[in-house]
């Protein structure tokens, strides 16, 4: 028999995981092991768990136990269920949360776990991606979902990238954080010198995604026929950096209309990974 605690009052401890923790608190830079992040609604906590990622507690809105949440709870094994707190409320408590209307009715606060080395998630790989500064959560998940469905192999991001599993980033990539393998290069080398260093020793081309009249179009036939290519984004308004664009094989340009001059990098991403993936 599961064991459900009802939560009668926003202002309770139990709910201060999901309410009141800042996304610093939760990622614990100074206990990394010790960090944890949310993941919001059924759908999105199953490909958590599919991912291997280990819950510690779930918020569950009251009317949706027997509802879409349902399979989660069941889903989770008897011996899950003793170590894991799961809490119900009326929507007139959880509605209190912020953006509460967008998870369908549950959360679960998960373990994080230790980051892979560069080398790992890419050995294998064909096409990766890399954020360089990529600082909007809401961009950083947008791209993952991108990635997923085009067939990108791995994600690298540089240290002034938001991370995947902040609430935001997670919800908007509908859980694909947790399909594509991911790390911050900076964990093993430093960005751009040493981290484009290394793709090239991986056989990895490089191909930075840039303004620039000194580039080739997306579709170039050579750049499209690259065994191995990694394509790098930088943030919105400043691009890439000037030194990495000098260390990549490739500047890479996408040819607009109208007057346009630049694609939000998250819109600029899909069209990369579209035209530059592995044929599905």
């Known amino acids: 028999m599961v064991n459900i605690i009802e939560i009668t009052e926003f202002e309770a401890p139990e709910l201060d995981i999901y309410a009141r923790k800042t996304e610093a608190q939760l990622l614990n830079r100074d206990k990394p092991e010790e960090g944890i992040f949310i993941a919001e609604s059924p759908k999105v906590i199953e490909r ?7 819950p510690i507690s779930a ?11 349902k399979c989660i709870i069941e889903r989770l094994s008897e011996e899950q269920l003793n170590e894991i707190l799961i809490y ?24 994080r776990r230790d980051l892979p080395k560069v080398e790992d998630i890419c050995k294998n790989a064909r096409r990766i991606a890399i954020l360089e500064n ?15 469905a085009m067939n990108i192999d791995a994600i690298l991001l ?46 990895f081309k490089t191909a930075a995604l840039a303004l620039s009249d000194n580039s080739v179009r997306i579709d170039d036939e050579k750049l499209m026929q690259e ?26 340009k996408i040819p607009m209309t109208h007057g346009v001059d ?15 993936a592995v044929a599905i």
């Open 48 to 54: 958590a768990l599919d991912a291997g990622y280990v």
């Open 59 to 69: 918020l569950v809105e009251k009317k949706q136990i027997a509802g879409e949440a």
């Open 88 to 111: 119900t409320a009326e929507s007139e408590v959880l509605t209190q949360l912020t953006g509460f209307q967008l998870t369908r009715g549950m959360l679960c606060a998960m373990h």
């Open 134 to 148: 990529v600082m909007n959560p809401t961009n950083v998940g947008a791209i993952f979902r991108s990635a997923a």
């Open 158 to 203: 540089t240290s002034g990238c938001s991370n995947p599993l902040y609430r935001r980033a997670i919800r908007v990539s509908m859980g694909t954080t947790f399909q594509i393998p991911w790390t911050f290069v900076n964990n093993s080398c430093s960005w751009p010198e040493e981290g484009i260093d290394i793709l090239h020793k991986m056989g």
């Open 227 to 252: 065994e191995k290519l990694a394509i790098i984004l930088g943030t919105e308004g400043d691009g890439l950096a000037t030194e990495t664009i000098a260390d990549c094989d490739y500047t890479v």
């Open 262 to 276: 630049s694609l939000n990098v998250a819109a600029a991403s899909a069209v990369a990974f579209w035209q530059l």
